[in-house]
């Protein structure tokens, strides 16, 4: 196979809403896409540089310039550390063997059929009460995720929970909790029937995890990149929440999904703020999920 070329632009997509998280709040979807070539077929990824984990847009533009060709998505691997940067490539790859070939990545990645799946519809932080009237305003999504930020958490499930009885619910504290409060705040998403717990502590503090009764299982988000993370996360986490920004593209992030299924981990297949580009590959990872965060 000839060396493929490799292109790559910046994108910004202004948001119908602002999305707030404990970390900040984003107006606009800052993505990165990749195009790769032959010359006759042409693949296309997007990814988001993400600042949690010091990468920059300017900083993953350089580092996809600095490919310039490539053959294979195994040299890849080699060439670039798991992150936004090898994500859009290795995706672009993908849809690139599937349109040189003439089957589909679903197919390439050992699924026989691609079917819809159901999202959580993400509920940005706020009071209580703006959470819970937004809760109220999408009755007819049934499955809700909230982003919490620390104090005032218990009164955003309750909330939430009041306004929505019939909803399924998933929370992300996105790392605002603490030792001391995690017990407390466990208690009330037990409470409030919450089915899972995205990254409650710091990532670094996940050995405070092990002693811990979890009620309401806990999922890893930060504290979980690749494969490699499985074995020291196991045992303190229920869940994985596999990004293929996180994990470097969906090469490996089906490697990750398998580790965590070896594991006896649930999964929860999520993405950045991007746009459909970013979010087609991960519907593949989708496929069997436990739960879904494609909105």
Same mark, same amino acid.
């Given at each position: ?57 300017? $900083? @993953?533009?350089?580092? *996809? +310039? #600095?490919?310039?060709?490539?053959? %294979?998505?195994?040299? /890849?691997?080699?060439?670039? &550390? ?23 990545? $679903? @197919?390439?990645?050992? *699924? +026989? #059929?691609?079917?819809?799946?159901? %999202?959580?519809?993400? /509920?940005?932080?706020?009071? &209580? ?29 309750? +909330? ?136």
């Amino acid at each position: 196979m000839r060396p493929l070329s490799v292109t790559c632009r910046h994108e910004t997509w202004p948001l119908a809403q602002a999305f707030t998280i404990s970390r900040g709040t984003k107006t606009a979807a800052d993505v990165v896409v990749v195009t790769v070539s032959d010359g006759q077929h042409t693949g296309q990824g997007e990814a988001v540089p993400y600042a949690r984990y010091g990468e920059t847009v300017a $900083g @993953t533009l350089d580092a *996809i +310039a #600095a490919v310039k060709s490539l053959t %294979t998505r195994a040299g /890849l691997i080699e060439r670039l &550390p798991a992150g936004a940067a090898r994500n859009a490539i290795d995706c672009a790859l993908w849809d690139f063997e599937a349109k040189s070939s003439g089957v589909s990545c $679903g @197919t390439r990645a050992g *699924i +026989a #059929a691609m079917y819809p799946v159901l %999202t959580a519809y993400t /509920l940005s932080l706020g009071t &209580p009460e703006a959470m819970a009237d937004k809760a109220r305003s999408v009755a007819y999504l049934p499955l809700l995720k909230l982003k919490l930020g620390g104090a005032g958490d218990d009164a955003r499930m309750r +909330a939430v929970r009041a306004a929505r009885p019939d909803a399924r619910l998933i929370v992300d504290a996105n790392e605002a909790w603490t030792i001391a409060t995690l017990p407390e705040l466990m208690e009330v998403a037990a409470e409030a029937g919450v089915e899972a717990i995205e990254q409650p502590l710091p990532q670094g503090q996940d050995e405070a995890l092990s002693g811990l009764d979890r009620i309401v299982p806990v999922c890893a988000d930060e504290s979980v990149h690749t494969a490699a993370d499985i074995p020291r996360l196991s045992g303190l986490y229920d869940a994985v929440n596999i990004k293929l920004d996180k994990a470097g593209g969906l090469t490996s992030g089906l490697a990750l999904r398998s580790a965590a299924r070896a594991a006896g981990l649930k999964i929860m297949i999520g993405s950045m703020v991007a746009t459909s580009l970013a979010v087609a590959p991960a519907m593949i990872l989708a496929q069997d999920a436990d739960w879904v965060d494609l909105d």
